[in-house]
């Protein structure tokens, strides 16, 4: 048995492990924590802190997705991280701030990350990864303090906002990778935080989100990359999220794809690499749920724009496609 694991190859083996988790796992799932990004391939960084450092140089997004448009107080967020391998030790560093806006409801992450790379091969490396996080929380109940049987009355139990209310989270993740390849397993924060507990409110607490991400770059011929990724997510309360994507690359510029969210969403994605340095990409969601086809729903739109800082064009052979 041990020589037949031999002679499969490191990604098929991670490949196999994490197919199997999904599966187990999902047996077991039961309301969808972590902000959700149709564009995950491109900020992988939020999710699993082991992507710190990978791609060589230091890199830099920011994203903004609007989810919903048309719903009044529908999902906003925005993301903005930059991270890099410091030295030539294995060691990578990189800082994030996500910032989430659901009704009355303000949540921003301040996230710091590291990692640890290890050589398995002339191509693989794998790295081990650590997030540690500062959340802040605001909830304007006064923006919902209205009795609509008696205009003039307030509920004495929604008198106060909370502002600024602090909770720390650490995290963690596997991240492997090749120049084809990658596969992952994190969970990003560990913590099960109570935002708030009051006499008369119900308590909102912050459950583990597990995911699990993999992806392919396949060379169609000299011009034309083809990219198929897998993202899931765990989390108890919640169905067992599956996200599959397929994206191509043409002349190591243009970049047109679509993707599924299992019993959610249909997506459409296009990008521009516009030079070696700098991408923009973005995307649109539409539901296939009975929200999808509410007429107070225009569908979700997300953005993201990255720049690399290559200082050595000369070792780059093309533009990295994760």
Known sequence: ?????KTIPTYKLL???????????????????????TQYM??????????????????MAALHRSQWVGLDGAPKTQTLNIHSPIGYRGVGL?????????????????DTDFSYTIFT?????ISFGLKASAHLLDIRFSELNQ????????????QQDIKNKFSPNIGAGIYYHTERYYAGISVPRFLQSTHFDGENLSTAKEQMNFYLITGYVFDINETLKFKPTILSKIVQ?????????????????FIMGAGYRWNAALSAMIGFQVSREFMIGMSYDKETTALGRATFNDGSFEIILRYDLIKHLGNLKSPRFF
Request: no cysteine.
């Open 1 to 5: 048995m041990l020589n037949l694991l």
């Open 15 to 37: 490949t196999i492990g994490l197919t199997a988790v999904v599966l187990f796992l999902g047996l077991k799932v039961q309301a969808q924590q972590d902000s959700q990004y």
């Open 42 to 59: 491109y900020n992988t960084v939020s999710v699993n802190p082991g992507y710190a450092g990978s791609r060589g140089h230091m890199s």
């Open 94 to 110: 990189g800082v994030s701030i996500v910032n989430d806006q659901i009704g009355p409801t303000s949540e921003t992450y301040f």
């Open 121 to 125: 091969s002339a191509e693989g490396r």
């Open 147 to 158: 009795d609509y049987n008696n205009p003039g009355g307030q509920d004495p139990t929604l």
């Open 237 to 253: 309360g919640a169905p067992l999220q599956l996200d599959l994507s397929a994206n191509f690359m043409y002349d190591e510029k």
